[in-house]
């Protein structure tokens, strides 16, 4: 429900660093917040966007004009003990904008409306937000950090004296980052560690109804350490930018050197992976975010429509030794993946696991498990020590 004085809306709006001031009324919690404005294309999915850790630490506008209108499902979870219907345990964006709120919603999955969640989250939000123009700014201009301000002093142009805070700056993967490890579906074939940098909950659905084993371990996890325990790594996806994860650089840095494992990367994984080979990242004007970027397959040519959500990406003009492109952004040239020429290792920018968007590259995860399948028979055929099962001081979801 709308946040209200005397049952009137509250006041609220969205001030730019760079000046402008977009007003609008609450929806949400009525509380203000900092973060990076940046936008998503996607027409349906907000409970999966605004659970997504990738999220963290930014106001996110959608350009879909009407948003709210199915509400907001429960937390259910499957048989796995993964949520059915949300990425995360909670809303991790800072705060949306939406064009039109739909105070009335109808859904078979819905236990409240998206107004209640966000307050029962303290996440503000605002309506009536000339959402185009406020989407061209940004594409302009680039993604620029942001004020959500509720209440009486929201049109108030105080902008300069405003000190605005990056959320670029912290590492925030240490922020959603799991704090002990988990395991899932721990009687799996395979045994994969998830190095989690703000992972999924569909990822993790993606590698367990396949079959694997999954260890969730967090991001600065000296995983060399226990390798010997897993048949295969998967670096997940997170939010902010990959330069503050040094750590977990470093440690992939290590497997790539020490490791004879077959890797998987996916988003932020893209990221760590190409730091740990050599290469360097920069920050997209405005990022690509949404269900419908175009990803090509440098090998086949083949062009997929993929989900995406990052705002860094690998410079690959000049790919170290033994590497190579493995898909390219139609749209903009950006890197979408890089590949060991000789090694079962590669990974990528976009999401093949989207939910919800595009499954059109959900076969990278049976590429993968292929590949982690086949390296742990020519192992075991060599009599060569396979991953062991270590469940003590491990929660286990079964």
Known sequence: MPSTINNSPLP?????????????TSFGAPVSTFGEAVFTTSLVGYPESMTDPSYTGQILVFTQPLIGN??????????????????????????????????????????????EWCT?????????????ALTQLLRDQGSTL???????????????????????????????????????????????????????????RCLVTRGAAVTVLPHDYNFNAVADQFDGIFISNGPGSPT??????????????????????????????GMAAGLQVYKLPFGNRGHNQPALHVDTGLCYITSQNHGYALNDTAMPKGWKRLFVNANDGSNEG????????????????AKGGPQDTVY?????????????????KHDVPVAKVQKAAIATFA
Not at 187 to 197: H, L, M, Q, S
Not at 246 to 271: D, Q, R, S
Not at 368 to 379: G, S, Y
Request: hydrophobic share 35%; proline share 4%.
């Open 12 to 24: 609220a709006s969205l001030k730019l660093k760079t000046g402008q001031i977009f007003t609008g």
């Open 70 to 115: 199915y509400g907001v499902p429960g937390q259910d979870q499957d048989e796995f003990g993964l949520y059915k219907y949300f990425e995360s345990d909670g809303i991790q964006v800072q705060g949306i904008i939406v064009n039109d709120y739909a105070t009335e919603y109808s859904h078979w999955t819905a236990v409240e409306s998206l107004g």
């Open 120 to 132: 029962r989250y303290n996440i503000p939000a605002i309506s009536g937000v000339d959402t185009r």
């Open 146 to 204: 942001g004020q959500i301000c509720v209440g009486q002093d929201s049109h108030i142009d105080n902008i300069d004296s405003i000190d605005f805070i990056n959320p670029n700056n912290e590492n925030l993967v240490a922020k959603v980052s799991t704090k002990v490890p988990l395991i899932y579906n721990p009687k799996g074939d395979v045994k994969i560690a998830v190095i989690d940098c703000g992972v999924k909950q569909n990822i993790i």
């Open 244 to 273: 503050t994860c040094v750590e977990t650089i470093k440690h992939i840095k290590t497997a790539l050197e020490t490791l004879n494992k077959p890797i998987f990367g996916i988003c932020m994984g893209n990221l760590l992976l």
């Open 338 to 353: 890089i590949q060991h020429e000789t090694k079962p290792i590669f990974s990528v920018q976009f999401h093949p696991e």
């Open 364 to 380: 990278l995860f049976e590429e993968f498990l292929k590949n982690v399948r086949t390296d742990k028979a020519e192992a075991e």
